[in-house]
């Protein structure tokens, strides 16, 4: 499959293609007649760093963790990744609801003003 296929086949941005094979991660693609050929180890590899940019991991963030995986008994440093994406994650969500709560606050206060002066 060459880059073009995988990135209209998966919806995956030719950008985002081009910065894994500069990463040298990607042993099993081949050159072939001038295009990049992938194959299954390859698309899965990329689903994980598809997987990894939704969730927020910016491209450094992102090779380093695919630099882990590919070197094997790395569970532990990925894990410690994956938390710390988690915690601010939540630390987003939870400053979102207070914007959220003053939001309403403010909201409910213009409806009380409405309210009166009808």
Request: glycine share 6%.
């Amino acid at each position: 499959m060459t880059i073009e296929e995988a990135s209209k086949q998966y919806g995956i941005p030719i950008e985002i293609l081009q910065e894994y094979e500069c990463w040298g991660l990607c042993n099993e693609v081949k050159k072939v007649m001038g295009s990049w050929q992938y194959d299954d180890g390859d698309l899965e590899r990329l689903s994980l760093i598809m997987t990894l940019h939704d969730i927020g991991f910016d491209p450094s963030e992102i090779e380093t963790y695919m630099r882990l995986q590919e070197q094997g008994n790395t569970n532990v440093q990925r894990m410690k990744m994956l938390d710390m994406k988690r915690g601010s994650t939540l630390d987003e969500i939870h400053f979102r609801e207070q914007q959220l709560e003053k939001l309403d606050y403010l909201r409910y206060h213009i409806r009380k003003e409405q309210e009166h002066s009808n």
